[in-house]
């Protein structure tokens, strides 16, 4: 996988073709086939619904935002903090673990309309469940970077009677990061996955609450201009994540592999 | 001083060392020799307070070895390299007396990257740097720890014997000048009789010392000294130890 946000460089000519070719692929369809505009609208037509309401998306887009923010803030924060527990806490590990594995199967989104019982139609459960299905992805990587330092490295901290702060703290993390960023890339691409589902149990706004509400009208022009903005909104996330992975690995001097 | 009294170190069932006694003067420079597996780096790992022996005691001037960790006095180098990979040379140097709790001196760790061939590089991070210089820097890091004992774990054993020679005759006149207490552990017996003033020959099953040296080559030890007589004597009887334990 290569990814490549910025649309400088030679790299870009190709995907930034390709979608042209695909957006007017869509565009051909909808001019010379014989598909009714209710069914696939020409994409002109998805651009003039955006431009023509710009503070439906706008405000729905935020709705989306803040559940993404906010339930994605207590995911890692919480996947963070367990992940050391998981390391550092023998007996824990080994009670743990072995669930945090298994759970991986479960399809998270299921448990959405339980937690629609258990908190109600409001924000709340709509963050919840965006904390839940961010938080395991950023355990297991993290806690599986905790693990990477080599024991000669210990054993060199051991040698200074260097305390186990100190090894966490200046050499542990350190090792970790790549791992952190790679469950942070899952979880921020998930973040947008739960919201969108939370909107469509929840029913209350967001951009998820849009594309249902398109889908009850059999307004596709709609849903279309939802996916757009909510295309980019996933993206913008992925972007600024992939950024601050390039600043911190530019300092450890890594190389950003994916 | 550093003291070992019938030192004996156990996994589980399995005797890896037996009964080792050896005592070490300040300021000696020990090598020990022996063949893989006869627990070379579990003596080491004792003297230095990373392994607890089962059997005997280890102290460095009359203190246990946990003692003296806490007070920045063992210097370990490693097998493995164990730079930091997202530090710089100097900042790799800096970091082991940072985390010993010692005040810092970073103009002393760049004078003395410098005196061991590496300047122009203490901004490099260990990627850019050669084996053998990652070794100087790790050697270094151990120096400038402030530590009266050096304790080497067969430090040179990825090297070519080009670079293997010209880092022991560096690592001879670095100890004529800091003088440190050195346990240099090494599976080459001609790298063991060069650099030792005494060499401590190791056997296996179980471990345990079999002979001891004294390295007495007239003048000083650089590499013409490899070709010398004298020094193809020890070497030979040392050799000779290490078969007939086999026999
Ligand atoms: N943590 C451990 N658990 C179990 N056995 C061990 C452990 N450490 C060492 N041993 C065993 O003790 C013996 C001595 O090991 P040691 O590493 O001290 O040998 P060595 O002389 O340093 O060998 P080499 O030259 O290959 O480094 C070996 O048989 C090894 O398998
Ligand atoms: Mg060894």
Redesign the interface.
Known sequence: MTERISVAGSGAVYPVSALCAGVALWWALTALGDIPPFLLPAPDAVVARLAGNPELYLVNALFTLEKVVYGGAIGIGAGIALAAFVAYVPWFRRAVYPYLVTVRVLPKLAIAPLLLIYLGTGMTTAIVFVALITFFPLVLNTAAGLDRT?T??H????????GPI?RIL??DV?YAIPDIFAGLKQSVTLAVVGAVVAEWVVADNGLGFLILMGSENVRPDVMLAALVVLLLVGLALYGIVVLVQRRVHE????ETLD | MIDLESVGVAFDEFTAVADVDLGIDDGEFVTVVGPSGCGKTTVL?AI???QEPTTGRVTIDGRSP?VA??A?D???V?Q?H?L???KSALENVV??RK??DKPPDREGARALLETMGLDGFEDA?P?ALSGGMKQRVAIARAIH?GADVLLMDEPFGELDEITRDELGVEIRSLWRRERKTIVFVTHSVPEAVFLGDRCVVMCDRPGRIEATFDIDLPGPRDTESLGSGAFQEQVAAVRRTLHESYD
């Open positions: 080599p000669a490295h054993d060199l901290l051991r040698s200074v009677d260097a100190e200046y050499v350190p300092r450890l001097g890594l | 790992r230095g307070g990373l946990s960790q806490e920045g063992v210097g370990f490693f493995q164990t930091l990979p997202w970091f082991l985390m010993a991070r990627a720890l």
